[in-house]
Nanobody
């Protein structure tokens, strides 16, 4: 059983940068592909970025390519999402998720473990 705890959200102005982090416990972290999803007000939860077990592959939503970077540290059981040039449309609750295996997928139902989320708000 993997527990995930996000941190690092907050309120920033458009154009700013922010990093959110996720700490995992209770499992063998390197067995899991990890991802970030987000849910904006009134919208469905959507895939943002994913990274496979040892960080060899990453995948991003088109809306964040070139602005967001996902990384992981298997020694610390953490993943980070570095976000730059944030825009109001990036406002959402950001969730960390874990999938047992080595393939990055974008479907929420494939991820068996989720954190509680951290709020990111971008003002214009």
């Amino acid at each position: 059983q993997v527990q995930l705890v996000e941190s690092g959200g907050g309120l920033v102005q458009a154009g700013a940068s922010l990093r959110v982090s996720c700490k995992a416990s209770g499992g063998t972290f390197s067995m899991y592909t990890m991802a970030w999803f987000r849910r904006a007000p009134g919208k469905e939860r959507e895939f943002v970025a994913g990274i496979n077990r040892f960080g060899a592959y990453t995948q991003y939503a088109d809306s964040v390519k070139g602005r967001f970077t996902i990384s992981r540290d298997n020694a610390k059981n953490t993943i980070d999402l570095q976000m730059s040039n944030l825009q109001p449309e990036d406002t959402a609750v950001y969730y960390c998720a874990a999938l047992l295996g080595n393939i990055i997928v974008t479907y929420t139902h494939r991820y068996g473990y989720w954190g509680q989320g951290t709020q990111v708000t971008v003002s214009s």
